[in-house]
């Protein structure tokens, strides 16, 4: 408690004073539990087997920049509850999976951001009224409709038996200046006033501290969190055929004091801004099939969409996901010379700080390393509390944005390489491929943005990933040249099959993935890629002209 | 219009600062404006049309809000924003890219766009505006190439044409910047909060405070310049409770002003807190009503939120945009639209919607503008006379049945267009009883008729503070039901009135088949008339929280007796109670 209130946010730093002596938020959660728990269990029908409730809190601010002029500028307090209540039992409960179906009982209820313990216990009984019904009321739908009774490939309970946990570190939470980084995002924003060829750019800087609390009546007590900073820098034009290109680099880290210092930030402001030029003057790709390097970057997300993605635990018993993987435990589903590891408790790698760490997931299962692929065989998946046939256990993968049901989602993914070369050998290599295929050039993708990916089984099960910034790499010494409108296409086996070679700087592409349990941080470590054979198609052509008058001038 | 505070919500009271204005030419905002709708003139593709008409709104606003539960703060943030509008109109007055189903849609992508600057950084507002207006220029003319395609398969009963003449105005005000004390307000709304502990039969409380403020910016190719002073306080409690049967109850008071001093004092805030609290308190403890046909008399609080619920989104012209065949259209005409000059309202009541009045009676109105958002300025309109409807509100869009803007745009609208609504509604009656007179004509018309008691609204929900869920619930069954097939708000605060002038609380009735036919046959009038403002924002019910751009209107209305309305119970499958009961409540300290 004590802690809480010198870290809160200056503003509200003052409001919270008075209320040194209430009892803390974990109280009161803890007082509504059981009380909650022990009625239902008794009077409901169906009786809750398990209730947990989940508090995401946050204090943070964002401010955004355009051209040295402020855009936006906001703080916020705010404290989330997730109610999960399991009505039946293990074996069959409210949260059976069903082809397609989805159920979210959670609805992101607000909590008073002050400890006052009664309102706060009036919001959580009233929000694990509404989601026991719903609960019930799913359940007893669940046991009489006839698709739970369909034998399913993989019939696997409902939820796992775990250990209860109990760990409280309130994280330190980091002050924020916010004058300071209004002032910080307005003079770097500044930078794009002399590049009159860039239509739109921005700086945007983030602080957000976050706790969180989770309690459950199998005796789990949680408090702990992290803080997320992160500096964005993006940049926008339209090339005089109409092509719509973007730039950008982002900086994460968990305090403030991580992020990089203003010099650093204003050489990567002066490569988005540059590259953005020479994109906007380099020529259309064609579409290519041949061999292509994945920078560190590249690859991560490249790794993140098309193979992440598909060992998450719970695609495996959904029977409307592809399944690509559901049967191949113990077989080889990559090269012999690739591990696969999600480390959550991994802060930092490459000399960056990692987007993906945590110490509990949002199921309260601590976070955990897991080798979901060893010397190219998968070994397991990532697991929440939702179980499968061959793993009944949680790896502590269970996680969700605020107001979204937990599935299993990726971490910190890391990709190993047992056959590495330096990255001037691994461009020899490239070299040597162009001219084994008779290609007139192979292809390197510097940056992408970021993708996506089709799981589903009434999908196509491709997966696309949007580079930035690509170069042509031609076997005779001729320099690279930079080509704009590529995109990368496939499917995901096929692509596996032909990572050749890796260099041995593994780099970091921090971001944050959207999937079905909401916007969760990640992140991806991963050296270089060489890719005997990468399918690209031209971007969709747009047919918008540029602006139709000249840029106004600086009459200030 | 320096009005000295009288401490009025006693913490609140804090003089509202007085930032030295620039003068308009020096306003960085309307001068970047300005510079770049010059520019746009010029603006052309190839040999197509040119634009004959440019438009730039902003809405430059800092808000503060504050909430809180049971002494509790929830939420407590300060943002500034400015939200742009620009409209570009390619053709002609008489045919431009307006009025057409496709008129709202944008073609291509927005240049990776963010938010409006909040600094005033000439060059940064510049070239957002540029790029803003390159890409709703190309729209435009996208839209007009189709729409010129589509009137050659369709046949338009009459042609209208697409947009009004208006005079250029120049209307540059000083702004007005209130203070927004962060730590007072938080404070504030903890301390009101707080009371509503005291009242076990709520299930969910809350309390909130809003203080806007900011200025309207427009400039226009016609010549058009304005900036005027938007500011805005918003008070409001809102609770829940839950009756033995199920039923869910809620009640709630809002209280508007245009500066922190025209909110009530902090004494009289809490009582409209406690008073929320005593009413579902006694709504939970209250009988379900019985089906009733007869007499109802609306106290001037509930008569007010009737005719601002009936005439709200009906007083304005609507224009039916251009089609294409086989497309569905959701498109209602306003039930008033060719009624003018027929009686709706009995020959003694006038109506006129005076957007110039500042206050009435001393009390202040909340609907007072000088200019819309088409920077047309409105002049005091007579709606109704001697029972007959005179005329409709209208912006710059022509209808069929009028050309020409009387400035009432004050919502922004569909198909290129915005929506008319009135600013100061206040009835007038030329026969006009005492309460005392109406309660005895009420008794009179309940013991002539046979009838055991009367009715008594003394509050409606509205504007709605129905959720989401509830809202949906309600507007099918009014689908169902069949009717007018229009939403009309329901009795909060409903009596019955005995003839010996017993009040008994009743929950749990709707209004059946309330509709402007209904006002024809008022009986009478009385009481002393009130004010009630409220923000209008074009949804059914005024439904809080719908959209974001909100006219500020007032309503000013006397009780209102009606011979004959009809009420049913409202019939729903009713709610469980919770198994468990409630926590326990904590002493308030």
Redesign the interface.
Known sequence: MERALKAAVV??A??MLCLAQAPDLLSSLS??LS??YA??KA??DPPPYYIAYEVTEEQGCTV???????????????RILDVTVRVGSPQLDNYHRVAGERPVFTSAA?????D???????????E??RV??NAAERLIKLKTSTQVRVAREDDSPDFTNEKPYVFSAPPKRASIQLAQLEEQA?RWSALF?SRPAI??S?VVIGIRNQTKYLVSTEGTRLVHGRTFSRIVI?A?T?APDGM?L?TGETFEAEDPSGLPAEKTVLSAIERVARQLELLRAAPVAEPFVGPAILSGRAAGVFFHEIFGHRVEGHRQKDESEGQTFTKSVGQQVLPNFLSVVFDPTRRRAAGAELNGFYLYDDEGIPAQKVTVVEAGVLKTFLMSRSPLQQFDRSNGHGRRQPGSEVVSRQSNMIIESGKTVSDTALREMLKQEVRRQGKPYGLLFEQVTGGFTQTRRGGLQAFAVIPLVVYRVFPDGRPDELVRGVEIVGTPLASFAKIAATSDRPEVFNGYCGAESGTIPVSAVSPALLVTEIETQRKEQ????P???P??G??? | MIRLLLCAALMLCMPAAFFAQPPAEDDVLLAAMRAELNRARQLQLEDLDRPYYIEYAVHDTEMLYASATMGSLADSRVQRARLPRVRVRVGDYDFDNGNYIYSDSMVGTAYSLSAFPIDDRPLAIRRHLWLVTDLVYKSALQVIARKRAAVKNVTVAEVIPDFSRAEPVKIVQPLKRLALDRAASENLVRRLSLALRAYPALAASGVELQISTGGFYFVNTEGTEVRIPENLVRFQVRATAQAPDGMALRDGANFLGRDTGELPTEEDLLAAVRAVGTNLTSLKQAPVGENYTGPVLFEPLAAAQLLADMFGRNLGHRRRPIAEPGRALSFAESELEGRIGSRILPEWMDIVDDPSARDWNGKPLLGQYPVDLEGVVPKPLTIVESGILKTLLSTRQPTKNRTGSNGRARLYGNFAANAASFGNLIVKTSQTASWTDLTRRLAQLCADRGKPYGLLVRKMDFPSTASGGEFQRMASRMAQSGGTARMVSQPLLLYRVYPDGREELVRGMRFRDLNFRSLRDIAASGGDAVVFSYLENGAPMALMGATSIVAESSVVAPGLLFEELQLERTEEDLPRLPIVPPPPVEPTS
């Open positions: 503003t509200l003052a409001s007082a509504e009380r909650n009625v239902l009077q409901g955004a920049a355009t051209l040295g002029a402020l855009q936006a500028s906001n703080c916020e307090h705010s607000r909590l008073p951001i002050e006052v313990p009664w309102p706060i216990r009036q919001t959580i009984w009233r694990t009224d026991y019904r307005r006033v239509l739109t921005q993006g926008s339209r719509d973007t747009s047919t918008d002209r602006p139709l008058l840029p106004p600086n009459e200030s």
